[in-house]
């Protein structure tokens, strides 16, 4: 017997809670204190010092150990099984702090926090390996606790399928962008979705969608993939790139007759999508189970944090579109319930995130795994909103020669449609300052980014005990807890949600007025997908970034630039930091060697065997911005 079949099948399905503060039972160590001490836990020192000084003014946090007892905040109802929690409660991985959560009787388990991993995690998480899902590939089996959460069951009405936001103000100002297709013979583009010849469920689905005419990279990005081409495509944060790739992949599926998913013990789907977190490739296949609606074509999802059985059982009903994280989509291959002989896409959702450091390794396995075609013989397809240089240059080794690279607007330009404010701040400052903001805003949905998960939890819970309904997520939270999190965010039951650079990027939440760097992270990458969270679709949204020289002064540069690229106002102290005192090294600092402008063949090869063409409008002078 498989050793999936033997784990726990409890349905933990949540049921939401709604706030109504009680004291919870729980661990040891909850409640607030004027400074925060991770008691005898074994990352104490590795940011100990952000902690420490903040304490002191307004009641920090103190978290000492607790194995998930804590006594603290208990907010909201149980769920029927007495086991759901809508508010922070310590991991069993060892959690520790003190306890808030959320429910009705006050009987909550588990402290604040997620507690803190065991010594495999990072604390920091802005760095290039992040809060993300990289870690899971890293941990054995054994050292695993078993998992037993299974996700709520999705609703199958048309309204939940298809409910989406409308586009904003600004949609129709995309066909301004200047978009550049660099490659060998592209394809002319479409300006409808009628000439995307689409087959008739697709187009009902399309226009369920709410989606009246193709975005930019839609209109390049649909006939460059159903021309059967190999793409890199760089496209402004919110701007469609999820049905850039969906739509033409499910068009040609349906066109060749894919075969109706059924259950069999081993699947062969047709199409693999990665993407770095959980929450994003969740998000992927919602958006692919939406559009194939009505198709034969079935989407399974399969990544960390949830109970391995259940997605097998799922899985082995039926797969054309297996999307996942890398660290559980290569144990289900490895466990041979997935046989790669009929992919025929390979979709890199966040592709520079996915070839980095933290998940190369895994993407290098899953290409050179039994089975998987070679790139000649399967489309290989990646998105993102940046690409810096050293990660196309490694592209191309995923990528046939001749694949196209198509740029809406600058590689790694910030949203146009998201107003950037920096405040200069002292690291004293920066928690009254987030309060006083927060104050003014009301209840207009905030993310607010940090830069650990330990800084994620002391925020949050800060601002509770401020009494702003706030929720958190990161990669110490439970999967469970992150879900409901953002459920909790997205309703608007918690207006803020305090973040680490798991939420940066990808994450399509309606109605994110501001997005708030309370630590500005490591890399201006980060930075333009974090502000990315507002803004989208045509919509304007707010970023305000807490900026202390004495910490960020290494991206001032950076950041003039992406400003003034956005044509947003720089503030002079921010280009005195950049061109003054610190900012007196000749590149940009971006915290990895260089980010590209434009498709690095052009920078490297002027003599490259193909013309760059601008299809819809005239293709810029490829700008050679001194950013490297
Ligand atoms: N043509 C369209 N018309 C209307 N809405 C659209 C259209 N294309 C996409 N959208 C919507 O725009 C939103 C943003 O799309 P999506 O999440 O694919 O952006 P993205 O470019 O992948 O962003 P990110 O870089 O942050 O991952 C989604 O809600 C999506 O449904």
């Known amino acids: 017997m498989d050793d999936w079949l ?11 809670s709604s706030p109504s ?10 409640g607030f204190r004027n400074s925060f001490n991770s008691g005898d836990d074994n990352d104490t020192n590795k940011d100990g010092d952000k902690w420490n000084s ?91 606790p078993r998992v037993t959460y299974i996700p709520p069951t999705l609703p199958e009405d048309e309204d939940s399928i ?5 586009s904003g103000i600004n949609f129709d100002k995309y066909d301004q962008i200047l978009v550049d297709v660099s490659g060998p013979n592209p394809p002319q583009a479409i300006m409808t979705f009628e000439e995307a010849a689409l087959c008739e469920s697709l187009k009902n689905n399309v226009a369920k969608s709410g989606y009246v005419k193709p975005t930019p990279v839609q209109k390049h990005g649909i006939p460059i993939i159903s021309a059967g081409r190999d793409l890199m495509a760089c496209a402004q944060t919110g701007s469609g790139k999820t049905a850039a790739f969906l739509l033409p992949i499910l068009q040609k599926l349906m066109a060749d007759g894919a075969a109706a998913s059924c259950f069999s013990e081993v699947q062969a789907p047709e199409v693999i999508i990665v993407a770095p977190t959980r929450e994003l490739i969740n998000q992927i296949y919602l958006e692919a189970r939406k559009f194939a609606h009505g198709t034969c074509v079935r989407p399974v999802v399969v990544y960390g944090g949830v109970q391995t059985g259940f997605q097998i059982r799922d899985l082995l009903k039926g797969c054309n ?59 290989t397809l990646m998105f993102s909103a940046t690409y810096p240089e050293d990660i196309q240059r490694l592209a191309a080794e995923f990528l046939k020669v001749d694949y196209l690279f198509l740029a809406v607007g600058v590689v790694g330009g910030a949203c146009s449609d998201v107003e950037q404010t920096f405040l200069e701040v002292t690291k004293f400052s920066k928690r009254e300052q987030l309060l006083d903001f927060l104050k ?11 830069g650990t998960k330990r800084m994620a939890d002391f925020i949050a819970i800060f601002l509770c005990q401020e009494k702003l309904p706030t929720t958190s997520i990161h990669g110490d939270r439970e999967q469970r807890e992150r879900e409901l999190a953002l459920a909790d965010f997205r309703s608007g039951k918690c207006p803020v949600l305090v973040a680490t650079s798991v939420a940066a990027r990808g994450l399509d939440i309606p109605d ?42 290494q991206l001032a540069r950076s950041l003039v630039t992406i400003l003034a ?11 005195e930091v950049a061109y003054g005192a610190h900012g007196t090294s000749s590149s940009f600092s971006t915290g990895r060697k260089t980010f590209a402008s434009t498709d690095s063949r052009k920078e490297n090869n002027s003599s490259m065997p193909f013309a760059a063409v601008g299809a819809a409008a005239a293709a810029p002078p490829a700008e050679e911005e001194d950013w490297g």
Not at 6 to 16: G, K, P
Not at 21 to 30: D, E, I, L, Q, Y
Not at 565 to 575: I, R
């Open 565 to 575: 690229t956005a044509q947003q106002v720089v503030p002079s102290w921010l280009e």
């Open 6 to 16: 033997e784990e726990e099948t409890t349905n933990n399905t949540a049921a939401l």
């Open 440 to 450: 003014t805003i009301g209840s207009e949905r905030t993310m607010v980014f940090v």
């Open 512 to 553: 994110v007025q501001h997005v708030i760097n309370f630590d500005l992270p490591n890399n201006v990458d980060e930075y333009v997908h974090r502000i990315g969270r507002t803004g989208r679709c045509g919509n304007t949204g707010k970023a305000v970034s807490f900026f202390d020289p004495n910490v960020d002064a």
């Open 54 to 144: 903040s304490g002191g003014e307004r009641g920090g946090f103190r978290g000492r150990g607790g194995r998930g007892r804590g006594r603290g905040f208990y907010n909201g109802d149980r769920g029927n099984d007495g086991e759901q929690e809508n508010g922070f409660r310590g991991s069993r991985r060892g959690g520790r702090g003190g306890g808030f959560r959320r429910g009705s009787n006050g009987e909550g388990r588990g402290g604040f926090g997620g507690g803190y991993r065991g010594k495999d995690e990072e604390i920091f998480s802005s760095g290039k390996n992040g809060d993300n899902e990289s870690s899971e590939q890293n941990t054995t089996e054994e050292e695993k």
């Open 321 to 379: 579109i297996l999307c996942g994280t890398p660290g559980r989509l290569m144990d289900v291959i490895n466990r041979g319930k997935v046989e790669l002989s009929k992919v025929q896409y390979l979709v890199l959702d966040e592709a520079d995130r996915m070839l980095d450091m933290g998940f190369e390794p895994d993407m290098r396995r899953l290409v050179a795994s039994p089975g998987m075609p070679d790139k000649e013989h399967r489309q």
């Open 21 to 30: 503060p009680n004291m919870g039972r729980g661990g040891r160590g909850g």
């Open 162 to 166: 298809f409910s989406h936001y409308q």
